[in-house]
């Protein structure tokens, strides 16, 4: 009995630094790919300490094309699409260019941070969850923002069964005399199409 129980502890000793490392590897697939690569609807809260909540609503289309709108309080919406940013002040109907960039370096930018920002998680877990009566794989870690004095908290929900689709994500970002706990509960949606200004 000793000697099984011996063989058993020698086991947890020395899987767990494995299991470890592969969740932390879950935890960085899932950052590093985030963006679903369906058209996706998210509705989208938002809460800085000791100040209201905002809600809203992100619709991505593809890459290079979505929409943010602030539905509570309500605000204007601000479409990305073709390399420009559009707002609109009457939910659509009217949009104004208000800036343009470089598609290339900014994707090249955006990828160039995500990576950095992977390479800083540690303290991963994994584990299980069920949201709407369907069975997710849940990882979370603690990053960095590059090149900011930022602390990250993350959790997703990811569904397997649906192509790794992340159902849900909670962020915590704290940092000099702030805190912000963000919830985005996403869903796909095939039929989705954005305005083409």
Known sequence: ?????????????????????????????????????RATVSQNTQQMKGAALNKSEFLWAAPGHYLHK????????????????????DEGKNWKKIRTFDKTQQQAGADDNVKKQAASARNAQCGEDTLNGIKHET?????????????????Y??????????????TRMTGDGYEIFTTQLSKPEPSLKLPKP
């Not at 502890?9 to 470890?20: G, H, I, Q, T």
């Not at 590059?146 to 993350?154: A, D, F, L, W, Y």
Request: proline share 5%; charged share 25%.
């Open 1 to 37: 009995m000793q000697i099984r129980l011996a063989a058993l502890a020698l086991l947890l000793l020395y899987s767990s630094p494995a299991l470890a490392d592969a969740c932390k590897d879950k935890f960085i697939a899932v950052l590093t790919n985030y963006a679903n690569t």
């Open 70 to 89: 602030a539905t509570d309080p309500k605000g204007p919406w601000y479409l990305t699409y073709d390399g420009a940013m559009y707002q609109s002040d």
């Open 139 to 155: 990882v979370e870690a603690e990053t960095d923002l590059p090149n900011q004095k930022v602390r990250v908290h993350t959790k």
């Open 157 to 170: 929900w990811v569904n397997r069964a649906d192509k790794n689709f992340v159902t849900r994500a909670e």
